[in-house]
T-cell receptor, first 115, second 114 residues
Framework: AQTVTQSQPEMSVQEAETVTLSCTYD???????LFWYKQPPSRQMILVIR??????QNATENRFSVNFQKAAKSFSLKISDSQLGDAAMYFC????????????FGKGTKLSVKP | EPEVTQTPSHQVTQMGQEVILRCVPI?????FYWYRQILGQKVEFLVS????????KSEIFDDQFSVERPDGSNFTLKIRSTKLEDSAMYFC????????????FGSGTRLTVV
């Protein structure tokens, strides 16, 4: 069975600095997708970034980028120029390709941003 | 930008009562999902729905749960006889295809069973 591990329960970053959140996963599949979701105190799930496993190029969305290491099964999220609004829970998620597509989530990392 | 809409945002119910959580997925999406998040824990998959039938369900989705798409827009989750441990945030999500494109979550329904 696939698993997703986020080893950092909490992280803290100074405003305008850069922070990296870790995620590793375990799968025997070759076709899959990886996601980072942000969950602010409102508890809404907001998609931050998405990566397709067959793409070697790391996904980027403005200040958010990933370091996708397929062989190592690692999918870290880098947030550059951190803003107060980035403070939230961040969940890494895995989805098997070619399936009905349910997501498997990690336990999350709580990110605090200090002014 | 299209949204997945969930109602109500918060529901309080007595233990043993039936509840129905409602979702309106994005109109051109074909795959629908329910997830659950107990406070302080990770988000867990409950069920996926495609072509008017359940396509996959987790161990959590036992006989007390059911889903339905009664018309062309709504997608509901029914819990027949609620238990205290059903208290959680319930998220609906939809996607247009199997590839993970546009996997969009609703804002959730907070269910409190007392």
């Amino acid at each position: 069975a696939q698993t997703v591990t986020q080893s950092q329960p909490e992280m803290s970053v100074q405003e305008a600095e850069t922070v990296t959140l870790s995620c590793t996963y375990d799968t025997s599949e070759s076709d899959y997708y990886l996601f980072w979701y942000k969950q602010p105190p409102s508890r809404q799930m907001i998609l931050v970034i998405r990566q397709e496993a067959y793409k070697q190029q790391n996904a980027t969305e403005n200040r958010f980028s990933v370091n996708f290491q397929k062989a190592a099964k690692s999918f870290s999220l880098k947030i550059s120029d951190s803003q107060l609004g980035d403070a939230a829970m961040y969940f890494c998620a895995y989805r098997r390709g070619g399936s009905q597509g349910n997501l498997i989530f990690g336990k999350g990392t709580k990110l605090s941003v200090k002014p | 930008e299209p949204e997945v809409t969930q109602t109500p945002s918060h529901q309080v119910t007595q233990m043993g009562q039936e509840v129905i959580l409602r979702c309106v997925p994005i109109s051109n999406h074909l795959y629908f999902y329910w997830y659950r998040q107990i406070l302080g824990q990770k988000v867990e998959f409950l069920v996926s729905f495609y072509n008017n039938e359940i396509s996959e369900k987790s161990e959590i989705f036992d006989d007390q749960f059911s889903v339905e798409r009664p018309d062309g827009s709504n997608f509901t989750l029914k819990i027949r006889s609620t238990k205290l441990e059903d208290s959680a945030m319930y998220f609906c999500a939809s996607t247009p295809d199997r590839k993970g494109h546009g996997y969009t979550f609703g804002s959730g329904t907070r269910l409190t069973v007392v």
